[in-house]
């Protein structure tokens, strides 16, 4: 479980072990996540920019097959419910619904990471390239792999943590709070990808 | 505001899921600048209080955390973006 809070008098934080009453892994992630959305908001900001000032940016209906980015922006959302649910059940102290609903995050990270593939392999073949596509502003390429490629990386990286997680749990030694912590992460980036989604596919 | 909580209420967790789902449908068929900006907000807020459990921390925590992304992303952006327009 949750390591103690030791500190109880005031709202503020007084000394002692445990700011804000909680464990010091779940403030580090809170302050990792503080650093990461600011350096998202920096992409989202600059591709903004870019294209705010662009006379010939392309037409993203026509490049972009909307109903399987849809689709994928189900599955994440799908799959930060499931990674809530492992984190409740997680403090709740019931180890096996940890690792059932572990698993299905997994899963679902994994589903999105293999649409993301055939989604780069069609822009790809379409021509889209880094430095140019057929499409219009030369930017958008660009903008395209960096964006989605970041929050790609980051999706990889969270099906890392994951496996690791459940594989701590199946061994046993893995701890409500740590469970927590993973879920924060993954959470994050089904929240990044809200704002991807939202400016960059839809807008 | 405790920041540990024994019972477990997945209820929450499938309304907020749904919600998101919907909102989600509503961006993609409207896709007009208005709906899409209040509906990425709503799912935003919905992901970072339930999901996230923001909503149990204490509120100088839930502040500091809200100020600190919210508002620096905000900012961030809105001193980069709108400059795009004047170019």
């Known amino acids: 479980m949750e390591a103690t809070p030791s500190v109880t008098t005031g709202s503020r934080w007084q000394g002692g072990v445990s700011p804000w009453g909680m464990s010091w892994q779940k403030m580090m992630m809170w302050w990792f996540i503080v650093t990461d959305a600011l350096l998202f908001a920096g992409f989202l900001g600059s591709y903004g920019f870019h294209r705010l000032g662009s006379t010939n940016w392309p037409d993203t209906g026509e490049v972009f097959h909307l109903s399987l980015i849809t689709v994928m922006t189900f599955v994440l959302i799908s799959s930060s419910a499931t990674m809530a649910v492992a984190v409740a059940a997680a403090r709740a102290g019931d180890r096996a619904k940890v690792k ?6 997994i899963v679902g990270g994994l589903i999105f990471l293999s ?17 140019a596509n057929p499409w219009g502003d030369a930017g958008f390429g660009a903008y395209f792999f960096m964006v989605t490629g970041f929050h790609g990386t980051h999706v990889l990286l969270g099906v890392v943590i994951l496996l690791i997680t459940l594989l701590r749990q199946r061994a046993g030694k893995g701890t409500a709070n ?26 | 505001m405790e920041t540990t909580r024994a019972a477990p209420d997945y209820k929450i967790y499938l309304k907020v899921w749904l919600t998101l789902l919907v909102v989600t449908l509503v961006m993609v068929f409207f896709q007009n600048r208005a709906v899409l900006i209040g509906g990425m907000m709503i799912k935003a807020t919905l992901i970072v209080l339930w999901f996230m459990h923001l909503l149990y921390e204490r509120i100088d925590f839930i502040l500091l955390m809200v100020v600190s992304i919210a508002f620096f992303s905000i900012l961030l952006f809105g001193l980069i973006a709108p400059d795009g327009l004047v170019m």
Do not use: P
């Open chain 1, 100 to 105: 059932t609903f572990l698993g299905l995050t």
């Open chain 1, 178 to 203: 740590g469970v927590e912590v993973a879920g924060l992460y993954w959470h994050f980036v089904d929240l990044v990808w809200v704002f991807i989604f939202g400016c960059f596919y839809l807008i």
């Open chain 1, 115 to 131: 649409m993301q593939a055939i989604e780069w392999s069609a822009f790809i073949a379409d021509g889209g390239r880094l430095h």
